[in-house]
């Protein structure tokens, strides 16, 4: 019964996306507008509903890039994720004067707070977009992170520095071994 579930549940995004090639391509044509993109058995998991309950961005990206008559905000709403719009948010140049423990930070922030869908996430699910444990940082990013949380919390943006720091202790062995990061205030 699970895997029916789980295919009756991902219906809508194989449906929209198998409502959206156009009556001149097959599915062979799509397959091959993805090509480089997206591998074939990959294009067709996704046209059959056998996809992963929260696809990555870049997939769906793609099928939006490739199949005329979709676009990128629907797709999202058929997976039932954030849906934002279909431009890219480019931050200001100011961005670039920040280190790579802040990126990292602002990166981890992003995707707390779009990511609520990664939260149901399979563990077979693709990784891509996954935001990364507090044991799974090489040496020293977490420090630097927790340096931003800190800063975060000294602005009074607890909420922020709280959506980091709860994506950072998911996971069963946080940073202290105490389940959960260190958290500065």
Known sequence: MRVKERVLAMSVLS??????????????DVVEALHGVVDRATVYKYLAGTHPRNPPEAILQAFADA?????????????????????????TPEANRLNA????????????????????????DQLAGR?????????????????????????????????????????PEGANGSGRPQQPR
């Open 131 to 171: 935001v990364p444990r507090a044991d799974e940082l090489e040496p020293g990013q977490l420090s630097m992170i927790l340096a931003e949380v800190a800063k975060l919390r000294s602005l009074g943006r607890d909420d922020l520095a709280d959506a980091v720091v709860q994506k950072l202790s998911s996971t």
């Open 101 to 124: 423990g802040q990126r990292h930070a602002l990166d981890l922030f992003i995707k707390a707070t779009v990511g609520n869908a990664l939260d149901d996430a399979e563990p077979n």
């Open 15 to 28: 449906d929209y996306l198998n409502a959206h090639i156009p009556a001149t391509m097959r599915k062979t």
């Open 67 to 91: 199949l005329p008559q979709a676009n990128i905000v629907d797709i999202r709403a058929a997976v039932r994720v954030p849906v934002g719009t279909d431009t890219p948010w480019i931050p």
